[in-house]
């Protein structure tokens, strides 16, 4: 099972970044703000990333695929990794359909 994780950024902006079950990162966040558009953020991804019409394929200047994901607005909501193919690109969208809508949320910017 898939699993969003909330980090602070050195700027001390908030992201998250969406996990595979084997702990692969297959989705991350532009930079946020307050934590709560984080979160927000995460509730979007949910929702949109069932709709195929949500995600952009594109292809980076070294070759490489990629695909972002974006709301209904068109704002991108996370951007994947960098693919060796279109393939392994699709795949990685697959990924993300199938982890985003039941995976739990770790915040990492919690000290205990």
Known sequence: MGKFTITQRVNHEYQF???AGNGEIILI???YVQKASCQKGI???KVNSQDDSR???RTAVNGKEYFVLKA???EIIGKSQ???SKTA???GIHSVKSNASS???IDQTIKN
Do not use: F, H, P, Q
Request: aromatic residues 8%; charged residues 35%.
């Open 17 to 19: 970044n969406l996990k």
């Open 29 to 31: 966040s532009e930079g």
């Open 43 to 45: 509730e979007s991804v």
């Open 55 to 57: 995600y952009d394929k």
């Open 72 to 74: 209904r607005n068109g």
């Open 82 to 84: 960098l693919y060796s």
């Open 89 to 91: 690109m699709e795949n």
């Open 103 to 105: 995976a739990e949320t």
